[in-house]
């Protein structure tokens, strides 16, 4: 008959190996994520105030509707971006994508009339760069919009699907 020994330790050696070895993989794995930057990879959205403004044009095809001017944050890379018009009055969106063979934003190519129905642009943003104290010029080339209406302008960053701007305009 056997006896039993209260003193005696029920850990086999061979589970406390596993253990050891277990705890090095995982301190090895979290060390190395460090030392190789596997967690600096996050692409955040930059920041980005605007000031918007109606223009002083009537709105009719042809014309300015409203003015954003870039007054704060960081400088903007075009191609990383697509501006969202919405007309509150009726939930019409018109989404413009940077252009870069013609320097603008633009929206739906109208092949009838050989323009696009919307574009935005800026005569300091030739270079495909928003900067500091820039503006935007929002024009219909149709009558997409019509006076008094409120219109609501957001600046989407396209590598993060992020909304970096969102503000409201009144056009008359």
């Known amino acids: 008959m056997k006896v039993f020994r209260k003193d005696k330790k029920g850990v086999s050696p061979v589970i406390g ?3 050891m070895v277990a705890i090095t993989v ?3 794995a979290v060390i190395a994520s460090f030392v190789f ?3 600096s990879k996050v692409k955040s959205a ?3 105030q605007f000031m918007l403004e109606d223009a002083p044009d009537t709105v009719e095809a042809g014309k300015d509707l409203f003015y954003a001017t870039l007054y704060g944050g960081e400088d903007l890379k075009c191609n990383d971006l ?6 509150t009055s009726n939930g019409n969106t018109y989404l413009l994508t940077w252009n870069s063979s013609i320097d603008c934003f633009v929206y739906k190519w109208n092949p009838t ?3 696009y129905e919307m574009y935005a642009y800026g005569d300091a943003i030739k270079d495909g760069i928003i900067n500091i104290g820039d503006m935007i010029k929002v024009n ?7 006076s008094g209406t409120t ?4 600046v989407i960053h396209i590598p993060t699907s992020t909304v970096i701007y969102d503000g409201k305009v009144f056009v008359n």
């Open 17 to 19: 190996v596993i253990l």
């Open 26 to 28: 995982i301190l090895a």
């Open 37 to 39: 930057g596997m967690g």
């Open 46 to 48: 930059p920041q980005a």
């Open 82 to 87: 697509k501006l969202q018009v919405v007309d």
């Open 113 to 115: 009339l050989k323009k």
């Open 140 to 146: 219909q080339t149709t009558s997409l919009i019509s």
């Open 151 to 154: 219109l609501e302008f957001r």
